[in-house]
């Protein structure tokens, strides 16, 4: 049975889905002394980017990626990097050693590779070796998609690469995402879901036959837990 916590509003949801993402990184910084993190974008996480922000947390221990990014330069509103930058990292004063982001000012392919390589270099990977994080925070499309992996994208089944660059065409833009073999093996997941358009999706990533080349939100591990505000939730039973 999935986890699913359910909050009246979106601002409740985002700010549990922080507090819950605090508690993961302090339990492996306490563990091994270091912690990995990876985030999403889109508007949902702004709340939670904000108290982040506002938390007094041993960051420098944290290293902190990106799930996926849309092909643009860091300083372009539709920038991933530009709204947790905006919100959390330099309000917040992250410590910029620690913030490795998907360089996607230069072309997609190039993009991948140098963010496959800096995942290589922190995990310290070897050949056909997957990194695992401590968290990774994502988010759902109303089409259902997850990170960059879109309906019918043939990468959904693909579960040995780490990182890809993807031409969406539905936005006739580029994206690079990490690939599903790494959102899966992730020690623990977030999922924040808010908004009455999330409600049909969800119904179905939850419910309908596996088939994450439909439904691409499908791809979640055991420890995964849904923060949802009640629009989101409306076709959940309690």
Request: aromatic content about 10%; overall charge negative.
């Amino acid at each position: 049975m999935s986890n699913l916590r359910r909050f009246a509003t979106a601002l409740e949801a985002s700010e549990a889905c922080g507090l819950q993402i605090l508690d993961w990184l302090h339990d492996a910084i306490a563990q091994k002394g270091t912690a990995t993190l990876a985030i999403s974008g889109g508007s949902s996480p702004r709340a939670m980017f904000q108290n982040f922000a506002n938390t007094a947390f041993d960051w420098d221990r944290v290293h902190l990626f990106w799930v996926d990014e849309r092909g643009v330069p860091p300083d372009n509103d539709q920038s991933n990097f530009k709204f947790a930058n905006d919100a959390w990292l330099q309000p917040g004063n992250f410590p910029k050693q620690n913030i490795h982001r998907m360089e996607a000012e230069l072309p997609a392919t190039e993009a991948a590779a140098r963010y496959l390589a800096a995942i290589r270099e922190q995990f310290s990977l070897g050949a056909g070796d997957l990194p695992v994080f401590d968290v990774i925070h994502r988010g759902m499309g109303p089409d259902a998609h997850t990170a960059s992996l879109f309906p019918g994208e043939p990468m959904i089944a693909n579960r040995t690469d780490l990182v890809a660059a993807l031409r969406v065409e539905k936005f006739a833009q580029w994206r690079i995402t990490l690939l599903p073999g790494v959102l899966l093996a992730a020690r623990h997941t977030a999922m924040l879901v808010t908004g009455a358009d999330k409600a049909a999706p969800l119904h179905a990533v939850l419910h309908e036959k596996f088939e994450p080349s439909r439904f691409p939100a499908q791809l979640f591990s055991g420890d995964t837990v849904w923060f949802l505000d009640a629009p989101a939730a409306a076709q959940e039973s309690q």
